[in-house]
């Protein structure tokens, strides 16, 4: 009978262990995502938007998306940066920190065991019969908190899911590194482009200005018209020493996120070749496969699953704490014979009286975990909205490169046009100046948006989430 009494308190005592244990798995946000984007619907993009992105539910998000640029120095940069960067290298120290607080969490499962020596000579009084003598023990000491409300399985729970969480934030640091190296790259060659683009159209103004000079020496042009032409001249120059110096700027940001000093890799990066031509068949991956890999959602997933498991914590204090201790030694004094002491014993500890302060702490790790989930919910929200403006944005990039692209062009033969007819007298120095630096804007615009465009689609594939995987 009493056997079986036994074998029912262990049982009972199993499932309320078992009941207090954290929930494992990934925990449900509550929001519904959708099926597609709003942006790019069914296989094709917007009906009214001639871009060239396609969504399919059988995607897959891209890890490697820098691949899909086909510029060596781009992969050379973003493997030197995978090395070197320091925010890379602090996220994983995180990482290592966060593991040994799940070690320290998981010893408090396992029994405790220490050995005890020492070694005196003394005469304490009546005890030795006012005599001197030396005293030498050893002894082992065991201790087990047996654990049986779950607390330290919750606590070994949220120090895992911290854990997972350090893990998940190093790949978010990861994804956002990839990004900003390819962005300042693409910048970088922006403003490399611009700058030529900006000096061969000085040039070209330069060479007006000396027609403009001939002919006033002709008496074919006034002062006046010389003075207009070197204006712009002035004005062109004007732009590069801006150019330039954004230029330093990227190049220094670049240096940085390669964990080096500035200047380090500039002869790298001005070797570079031309840029090839964008991939513009694109595959967005369903919403629902981009926040199951997005780090930031999984972050926050974690984050909320470690609350959890800091709520049962706190609600398993109102149970008792019991443990089991054992000691076991020997000893030898001068006079006396050996003696090997032993213990073996049962603790427990059950909070009476505290003023409210286990009630508190509940309070409080409830509060957390309802911020946690909301934290959770906005965070999956704000992915759903970062991925629909990248979207929205290259879509859109796409239409106006074209436009701009057709409109460099059209500048390009209104300039040659105006400057035959100004040559030959048939019309005015005003038109050449007009059509000179309406050519400068398009082509410079022209070659900001193909940029855009590149970073826009560095976006896409940041907001995926593409890139975290090793």
Same mark, same amino acid.
């Given at each position: 009978m009493f056997k079986r009494s036994r074998s029912i308190v262990v049982i009972s005592l199993a499932l309320i262990s078992a009941s207090c244990t954290s929930p494992v798995g990934p925990q449900d946000s509550g929001i519904s995502l959708p099926n597609l984007w709003a942006r790019v619907t069914g296989d094709k993009p917007m009906a009214d938007l001639n871009a060239p992105l396609a969504a399919s539910p059988d995607a897959g998000v891209e890890q490697k998306w820098w691949t899909r640029f086909d510029d060596p120095v781009l992969d050379g940069l973003i493997a030197e940066a995978l090395v070197n960067n320091k925010t890379l290298q602090l996220a994983k120290a995180r990482v290592d920190e966060a593991s040994a607080g799940r070690v320290i969490a998981r010893a408090a499962l396992l029994p405790e065991i220490n050995a005890v020596g020492s070694a005196?000579?003394?005469?304490?009084?009546?005890?030795?019969?006012?005599?001197?003598?030396?005293?030498?023990?050893?002894?082992?000491?065991?201790?087990?908190?047996?654990?049986?409300?779950?607390?330290?399985?919750?606590?070994?729970?949220?120090?895992?899911?911290?854990?997972?969480?350090?893990?998940?934030?190093?790949?978010?640091?990861?994804?956002?590194l990839l990004a900003d190296v390819a962005r300042s790259?693409?910048?970088? @060659?922006?403003?490399?482009?611009?700058?030529?683009?900006?000096?061969?159209? =000085?040039?070209?103004?330069k060479m007006t200005l000396q027609i403009t000079l001939a002919q006033k020496q002709g008496a074919l042009a006034s002062d006046f018209d010389v003075q207009r032409t070197a204006a712009q001249v002035s004005t062109t120059e004007s732009l590069i020493p801006a150019l330039e110096s954004a230029h330093d700027?990227?190049?220094?940001?670049?240096?940085?996120?390669?964990? =080096?000093?500035?200047?380090?890799?500039?002869?790298?990066?001005?070797?570079?070749?031309? =840029?090839?031509?964008?991939?513009?068949? !694109?595959?967005?991956?369903? +919403?629902?496969?981009?926040?199951?890999?997005?780090?930031?959602?999984?972050?926050?997933?974690?984050?909320?699953?470690?609350?959890?498991?800091?709520?049962?914590?706190?609600?398993?204090?109102?149970? +008792?704490?019991?443990?089991?201790?054992?000691?076991?030694?020997?000893?030898?004094?001068?006079?006396?014979?050996?003696?090997?002491?032993?213990?073996?014993?049962?603790?427990?500890?059950?909070?009476?009286?505290?003023?409210? @302060? !286990?009630?508190?702490?509940?309070?409080?790790?409830?509060? @957390?975990?309802?911020?946690?989930?909301?934290?959770?919910?906005?965070?999956?929200?704000?992915?759903?909205?970062?991925?629909?403006?990248s979207l929205s944005s290259y879509i859109h990039e796409s239409q106006r490169n074209a436009s701009l692209t057709t409109s460099v062009g059209q500048n390009r033969r209104a300039m040659e046009l105006a400057q035959q007819q100004y040559q030959n007298g048939y019309t005015g120095l005003l038109d050449v100046l007009v059509a000179e630096r309406d050519l400068l804007d398009a082509e410079s615009n022209q070659t900001a948006s193909s940029y855009t465009l590149r970073k826009n689609l560095v976006s896409i594939y940041a907001a995926a989430g593409g890139g975290w995987e090793e």
């Open positions: 005196q000579r003394a005469n304490q009084g009546y005890a030795t019969y006012n005599k001197a003598i030396g005293v030498a023990q050893i002894e082992g000491q065991a201790s087990w908190e047996l654990d049986l409300f779950g607390r330290n399985q919750a606590l070994t729970a949220q120090a895992t899911a911290i854990l997972q969480s350090q893990e998940i934030s190093q790949q978010a640091v990861r994804v956002s790259y693409f910048d970088l @060659r922006s403003y490399q482009q611009q700058i030529v683009l900006t000096k061969q159209n =000085l040039e070209t103004q700027q990227a190049l220094n940001r670049l240096n940085v996120l390669l964990g =080096l000093p500035p200047g380090s890799r500039d002869t790298l990066v001005q070797e570079a070749g031309a =840029l090839k031509p964008l991939d513009h068949h !694109i595959v967005i991956a369903a +919403p629902a496969k981009v926040m199951a890999t997005r780090p930031d959602v999984r972050v926050a997933e974690r984050n909320f699953a470690a609350s959890i498991s800091a709520t049962d914590a706190a609600r398993a204090q109102v149970f +008792p704490d019991i443990s089991l201790t054992a000691l076991f030694g020997a000893q030898t004094a001068t006079g006396f014979a050996p003696m090997n002491p032993w213990s073996v014993g049962l603790n427990l500890t059950q909070p009476i009286l505290n003023f409210g @302060r !286990i009630e508190a702490q509940i309070d409080q790790a409830d509060s @957390r975990q309802r911020q946690s989930f909301l934290t959770y919910q906005q965070t999956v929200l704000s992915a759903l909205e970062d991925m629909e403006n």
